[in-house]
């Protein structure tokens, strides 16, 4: 939250009810991807050629932006650029990947269809189709976000932390926060970063959490060279998505269920983890083994895949930036330009793509 000055500078306050780095930040596997969940010719079928374009390209442009702060900022997370494959699947086979590549082409994505001809030569998977594109890259979750934390810090910013914020209130002037040990905050603005969890001010039916899994391969296991500098994800639900680390891990995720208390049982644990393993071996033709390692996390997704960003109506300097589904990472840097620009009086000719509406008019 941001409290003005008598100079007109604003101190910022980041408020969190736990130690910031944990819970979603370090379930994540992690690909930065400029790819929406929604492929651009289906999103273009639900909110329109102007405003799905728009999502596809500025969501391209943040992945580049995001990677440009964290190489000024030189913060040491293991970042690397790296392509994508989005593989054909039950519910995206080759004709539609086909059709999915020149949507973007035509708005000047670079996208490649490859046949099933060509994914066997290049890739060595068996496939009917894929798009290989370029403009993602990956890192470690938990190192950027300390490193973007402490480089806010140094810039002046304050964290307090095991700091749960219960209620709010907007006069139009100020805003109000209260905190779950009966402390009052006053500020000039306040975002609501809640990852998953959705302000109910602004929460809708057409929201849901989801469960999903991943697990963590042991490094430097035997796996196709190239998979090194891809993102591989398909057009399968559930989906299976992986990404290999520095050293050599395969990171690899999906089995979603849209149920969303379904991740905390240890069984499905368990069993996903092994699901997921035996896909990705089948996959890839290796013997991935027993993981290192396997979670479980919640999810929260829209059904555009197009994230909530904005000022809650009813709310006035009150911002909420939520509903991520699976491009959270990609979407906080849209959203950190959205909101920022929005409190420094500046038009963004996107905000409108990730518009709220209200429920209720005041208070969480
Ligand atoms: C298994 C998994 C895999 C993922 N993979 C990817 C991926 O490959 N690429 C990608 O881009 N994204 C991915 N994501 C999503 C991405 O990691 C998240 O969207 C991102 O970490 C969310 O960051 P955040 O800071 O917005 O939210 P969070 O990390 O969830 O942080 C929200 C914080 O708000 C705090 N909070 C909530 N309510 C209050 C309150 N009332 N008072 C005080 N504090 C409060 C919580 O304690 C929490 O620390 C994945 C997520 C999961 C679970």
Same mark, same amino acid.
């Given at each position: 939250?941001?409290?003005?000055?008598?100079?007109?500078?604003?101190?910022?306050?980041?408020?969190?009810?736990?130690?910031?780095?944990?819970?979603?930040?370090?379930?994540?596997?992690?690909?930065?991807?400029?790819?929406?969940?929604?492929?651009?010719?289906?999103?273009?079928?639900?909110?329109?050629?102007?405003?799905?374009?728009?999502?596809?390209?500025?969501?391209?442009?943040?992945?580049?932006?995001? &990677? $440009? +702060? #964290?190489?000024?900022?030189? @913060?040491?997370?293991? %970042?690397?650029?790296? *392509?994508?494959?989005? /593989?054909?699947?039950?519910?995206?086979?080759?004709?539609?990947?086909?059709?999915?590549?020149?949507?973007?082409?035509?708005?000047?994505?670079?996208?490649?269809?490859?046949?099933?001809?060509?994914?066997?030569?290049?890739?060595?998977?068996?496939?009917?189709?894929?798009?290989?594109?370029?403009?993602?890259?990956?890192?470690?979750?938990?190192?950027?976000?300390?490193?973007?934390?402490?480089?806010?810090?140094?810039?002046? &910013? $304050? +964290? #307090?932390?095991?700091?749960? @914020?219960?209620?709010? %209130?907007?006069?139009? *002037?100020?805003?109000? /926060?209260?905190?779950?040990?009966?402390?009052?905050?006053?500020?000039?603005?306040?975002?609501?970063?809640?990852?998953?969890?959705?302000?109910?001010?602004?929460?809708?039916?057409?929201?849901?959490?989801?469960?999903?899994?991943?697990?963590?391969?042991?490094?430097?296991?035997?796996?196709?060279?190239?998979?090194?500098?891809?993102?591989?994800?398909?057009?399968?639900?559930?989906?299976?998505?992986?990404?290999?680390?520095?050293?050599?891990?395969?990171?690899?995720?999906?089995?979603?269920?849209?149920?969303?208390?379904?991740?905390?049982?240890?069984?499905?644990?368990?069993?996903?983890?092994?699901?997921?393993?035996?896909?990705?071996?089948?996959?890839?033709?290796?013997?991935?083994?027993?993981?290192?390692?396997?979670?479980?996390?919640?999810?929260?997704?829209?059904?555009?895949?197009?994230?909530?960003?904005?000022?809650?109506?009813?709310?006035?300097?009150?911002?909420?930036?939520?509903?991520?589904?699976?491009?959270?990472?990609?979407?906080?840097?849209?959203?950190?330009?959205?909101?920022?620009?929005?409190?420094?009086?500046?038009?963004?000719?996107?905000?409108?793509?990730?518009?709220?509406?209200?429920?209720?008019?005041?208070?969480?």
């Amino acid at each position: 939250m941001a409290h003005a000055l008598a100079d007109g500078r604003r101190t910022v306050l980041v408020v969190d009810r736990q130690t910031p780095v944990h819970g979603s930040t370090l379930a994540s596997t992690s690909m930065l991807q400029h790819e929406l969940d929604v492929p651009l010719s289906h999103l273009t079928k639900m909110v329109g050629p102007d405003h799905a374009s728009r999502a596809w390209l500025r969501s391209a442009r943040a992945v580049d932006r995001l &990677v $440009e +702060i #964290v190489q000024d900022l030189r @913060i040491n997370c293991g %970042l690397t650029r790296k *392509k994508t494959l989005f /593989l054909a699947g039950d519910e995206y086979g080759a004709r539609a990947l086909k059709v999915e590549a020149a949507a973007r082409q035509s708005i000047g994505l670079k996208a490649d269809f490859l046949t099933g001809r060509d994914l066997r030569d290049e890739y060595g998977i068996d496939r009917t189709g894929a798009i290989a594109s370029d403009v993602s890259a990956s890192a470690n979750p938990a190192q950027m976000a300390a490193g973007l934390l402490r480089a806010s810090q140094r810039n002046g &910013v $304050e +964290i #307090v932390a095991e700091t749960q @914020i219960s209620d709010v %209130l907007s006069s139009g *002037k100020d805003v109000v /926060l209260s905190t779950s040990s009966g402390d009052l905050i006053a500020a000039e603005y306040a975002v609501f970063c809640t990852g998953y969890e959705f302000v109910e001010a602004v929460a809708r039916k057409s929201h849901s959490i989801v469960s999903t899994w991943a697990i963590a391969s042991k490094p430097g296991i035997p796996i196709p060279a190239w998979v090194k500098d891809h993102l591989v994800w398909e057009g399968s639900d559930p989906y299976l998505y992986l990404r290999c680390t520095q050293d050599g891990r395969l990171i690899v995720g999906g089995e979603d269920e849209r149920d969303p208390e379904a991740y905390r049982s240890t069984g499905k644990l368990e069993r996903k983890a092994k699901i997921i393993a035996e896909k990705v071996s089948d996959l890839l033709d290796v013997k991935i083994g027993r993981p290192d390692y396997a979670w479980a996390a919640p999810f929260g997704v829209t059904p555009t895949g197009l994230p909530m960003i904005g000022e809650v109506p009813g709310l006035p300097q009150v911002f909420v930036v939520m509903g991520f589904g699976g491009n959270g990472i990609t979407y906080s840097q849209i959203a950190a330009e959205i909101v920022s620009n929005a409190i420094n009086g500046h038009a963004d000719s996107d905000a409108d793509l990730y518009d709220l509406k209200p429920v209720r008019k005041n208070g969480l």
